[in-house]
């Protein structure tokens, strides 16, 4: 009979090395939002993977940049706790960008934390075998117990990464229950999902000056009904997120309503408002409000 183990496994890196896609890939399911633009993650997100044997709590975390509001620095700061909370460090970098010089500033950081540390290669499946040994070569791999190229878009080597996650737990304890896959709330979801339309529909600095709060659910029979509010900072951002004749917002509730259709499997009812709330990713009240800040966090 084996032995159950299990622990917390954080996965940290700059914007856009793909920890969101490489946690979907992981539990074959998709828990955190993805899209091409940085700072897609806002917060730290737990994806739960039970086996028989076996329970895995991933930590994704926004990407670590220099910050210039309270959001982004709130965002910094709690990808970096997840360190302190985790039992095992996975440090992704972008095979295609190499070990850059934002790379080396996480990379120093974690010098500093005793846990076992992963370097993971991600996006190995846009780099020929050549370049691939060359960036394996420039980098410091005693600091690193582990270095696991893999590709968490095309599934390349997960397996490998879990079974070898599987040589470090060192608990006993089954967290969650094994149907589980993440412990976030109904409402934080819904939201998410209804962002990550909107950033994927809208460009320039759109993406990174909403948030979306979540008003009502109410549960009807077999049907949902969701009224959601999306905020932006300037009245020239509202325009564009309602778009000529509202087609644009029309565009974003209809893909958010189809996905949270196939997640909930039955008839979604979605009611979106946009409004304009000045500067309010550097207002703690309004970060609270969205989520983002909890009350018992220092400035």
């Known amino acids: 009979m084996s ?14 090395v793909g920890k ?35 329970q895995i709590i991933f930590i994704d ?18 990808a970096y706790e997840s360190v302190q909370d985790a039992d095992i460090i996975l440090f992704l970098i972008d095979a295609t960008k190499g070990f850059d010089k934002a790379d080396e500033i996480i990379a120093d950081y974690l010098k500093k934390v005793n846990k076992p540390k992963f370097l993971i ?16 070569m420039s980098v410091q791999q005693e600091q690193f117990a582990e270095i696991i190229p893999l590709s968490g878009l095309r599934k390349k080597n997960i397996d490998e990464l879990i079974n070898t996650l599987k040589q470090y737990l060192k608990d006993d304890l089954q967290y969650y229950p094994g149907d589980m896959i993440s412990d976030y709330p109904e409402n934080f979801m819904i ?26 659910i109410e549960k009807k029979k ?3 009904y ?17 778009g000529e004749k509202g087609q644009m917002i029309k565009k974003i509730g209809t893909f958010a309503r189809l996905e949270l259709e196939e997640r909930f499997n039955c008839p ?10 000045e500067n309010w990713r550097n207002k703690r009240y309004q970060l609270q409000q969205f989520g983002y800040w909890n009350k018992d966090e220092n400035e």
């Open 3 to 16: 032995v159950f183990k299990s622990g917390f496994v954080a996965l940290i890196g700059k914007p856009n």
């Open 20 to 54: 969101s896609t490489l946690l979907n890939s992981i539990l074959s399911r998709k828990v955190a939002i993805t899209t091409s633009k940085p700072q897609t993650t806002r917060d730290n997100i737990r994806g739960i993977l039970t086996t028989d044997d076996m």
């Open 61 to 78: 975390t926004p990407g670590i940049h220099k910050a210039k509001a309270k959001l982004n620095e709130m965002m910094v700061r709690h």
């Open 121 to 136: 290669i991600n996006k190995i499946d846009k780099l020929n075998k050549s370049e691939l040994l060359n960036l394996l």
């Open 191 to 216: 939201a998410e999902i209804i962002r990550e339309k909107l950033m994927i529909n809208t460009s320039e600095e759109i993406p990174h000056s909403v948030a979306v709060s979540i008003d009502k």
């Open 222 to 224: 077999n049907k949902i």
């Open 226 to 242: 969701i009224q959601a509010t999306i905020v932006c900072e300037r009245d020239s951002q509202k325009r564009i997120i309602i």
């Open 268 to 277: 979604v009812f979605l009611e979106t408002f946009v409004i304009v709330e």
